[in-house]
DNA sequence: TCGTCTGTATTATTACACCTAATACAGTTG
DNA sequence: CAACTGTATTAGGTGTAATAATACAGACGA
């Protein structure tokens, strides 16, 4: 059993659905910092998948950030590492106009879209918060 | 001069950003409702790009509704289609999602991420409303 | 009616990303 | 020492993105 939910879909990079399912996992506390990944090879047998597409994945978190890498013993969930204020803004900013026009897009006023996100925000966290 | 701002860049699919770029204008209602579009040639030659990418952009505008297409005359902004509430819903929850997850992993709060939307909100309807 | 615009379709070619497969190597651990 | 760990390399197969060169039918103004 992964300590991270994931369901493989088509039509999105495999590497990329297990990146955030990762970030996703952690961002919940389903994953807390120090908790030891299972191996590449393990989550490539877990997945059906080969361990070339793993290994991209655990790439790609450990250069964000999200884990650190140690050869030979395993990867790790790193410790969060609190960005500056103008980063934190320059790495949402496309994601959040993104939906902004999508949600106009579909008539939802911008109160409604609040809505949802905090709707959405208190289904992923769980009502223990 | 196109009737909507794009500046192409390398990393997305070129057809993908005109999409992103239109309906953002039309959001934004620098595009409105009627408005004709310029046609496929003329965007092509306009951005220095092959004419089956716009057509391709053009294609899936239309498929979305947000434009319409008329061969021989035109393709030009469609009137908005109020979608069903929950359909909305599912439309923008993965995406809410996803910026859900990558705003904890950059250590904001719910409270900073709807700040941030909103103050993007503002900057992308300009102060007129 | 004719020429020119419109959207749309087709075929071919090049380039690149994704994924799989099969190894290989060095470091860590029991 | 044996078995695990992350990592690197090479190869092949597949699909998409983008360009290029045409082609066709419908709309429209002169």
Redesign the pocket.
């Known amino acids: 059993m992964l300590p991270f939910l994931i369901n493989l879909q088509l039509g ?5 659905q297990i990146v955030r399912a990762v970030k996703k996992a952690v961002a919940t506390s389903q994953l807390q910092s120090g908790a030891q ?6 989550i490539s047998r877990e997945l ?6 793993v ?2 994945a ?2 790609r978190l ?1 250069d964000e950030g999200v884990l650190a ?7 790790f969930v790193a410790d969060r590492q609190p960005s500056l204020h103008s980063q934190q803004i320059k790495a949402l900013q496309p994601l959040i106009e993104q939906l902004l026009v999508e949600s106009a897009h579909h008539g939802l006023s911008e109160a409604e879209l609040i809505t949802l996100i905090q709707k959405t925000h208190q289904q992923i966290h769980g009502n223990d918060h």
Not at 12 to 16: D, H, L, V
Not at 37 to 42: A, G
Request: aromatic share 4%; net charge neutral.
């Open positions: 999105e990079p495999i590497y990329e990944m299972p191996s590449v090879r393990v059906g998948v080969n361990p070339n597409t290994q991209k655990i790439s450990t890498s140690h050869p030979g013993s395993g990867s």
